[in-house]
């Protein structure tokens, strides 16, 4: 039998566990009721040597690694004798200086796979898989002018285009595609070009 000190101690404790276990509930049947993204997928093929060259970002999710770009965001691609592609990366810090990162991509799987892996670390550190990361091509024009890219997880996504200004049209077309592959815009950032 408990006494008038313990009982309510007790009851405190029994409140607080069924508030939790309460909200556990409710946290899960939020989480069933939120219908998860489809498995992302990138494009069938990708033709290689068509993507090689410049491109300019119109728009990405903010990351950590480009945190000190405040403008003119492109990347270069060019293609290596041994089938690997060197990757160049440059923006414009917000005191105007232009910086650069110079990388290294290949592809997995066929030679039209539209999977690859990027590095920015050393050569030497190659062998490590950490230091790869995924770039998949989710969505490019027929044409190859305008091109979404992400990865399986959809934590990052950039839109590439080969001029600093896409045709308005393409553009707002890939977006509602881009959702529909339940990626979330509200965290799209515009990207500044100069010209």
């Given at each position: 039998?408990?006494?008038h000190?313990q009982?309510?101690?007790?009851?405190k404790?029994?409140?607080?566990?069924t508030?939790?276990?309460?909200?556990?509930?409710?946290s899960?049947?939020?989480?069933?009721?939120?219908?998860?993204?489809?498995?992302?997928?990138?494009?069938?093929?990708?033709?290689?040597?068509?993507?090689?060259?410049?491109?300019?970002?119109?728009?990405?999710?903010?990351?950590?690694?480009?945190?000190q770009?405040?403008?003119?965001?492109?990347?270069?691609?060019n293609?290596q004798?041994?089938?690997t592609?060197?990757v160049?990366?440059?923006c414009?810090?917000?005191?105007?200086?232009?910086?650069?990162?110079?990388?290294?991509?290949?592809?997995?799987?066929?030679?039209?796979s539209?999977?690859?892996?990027?590095r920015?670390?050393?050569?030497?550190?190659s062998?490590?898989?950490a230091v790869?990361?995924d770039?998949?091509?989710?969505?490019?024009?027929p044409?190859?002018?305008?091109?979404?890219?992400?990865?399986?997880?959809?934590?990052?996504l950039?839109?590439?285009?080969r001029v600093?200004?896409?045709?308005p049209a393409?553009?707002?077309?890939?977006?509602?595609?881009?959702?529909?592959?339940?990626?979330?815009?509200?965290?799209?950032?515009?990207?500044k070009?100069?010209d």
């Open positions: 039998m408990l006494n000190v009982a309510p101690k007790i009851m404790y029994t409140l607080a566990a508030a939790l276990a309460l909200s556990a509930n409710f899960h049947a939020a989480d069933v009721a939120t219908p998860s993204p489809p498995v992302l997928t990138p494009i069938a093929s990708l033709d290689v040597a068509r993507y090689m060259g410049d491109w300019y970002e119109l728009a990405k999710f903010p990351n950590r690694f480009q945190k770009c405040a403008s003119d965001t492109r990347a270069q691609y293609a004798p041994d089938g592609v060197q160049i990366n440059r414009r810090q917000a005191n105007g200086k232009m910086t650069q990162a110079v990388g290294a991509a290949r592809q997995i799987g066929e030679k039209n539209p999977k690859l892996q990027v920015f670390a050393p050569a030497w550190l062998f490590i898989p790869w990361g770039y998949w091509v989710i969505d490019i024009d044409a190859y002018q305008l091109v979404a890219v992400s990865e399986p997880k959809r934590e990052y950039w839109i590439l285009s600093s200004k896409a045709d393409a553009y707002e077309a890939l977006l509602g595609r881009l959702t529909r592959m339940g990626f979330d815009l509200n965290r799209l950032e515009v990207s070009q100069g």
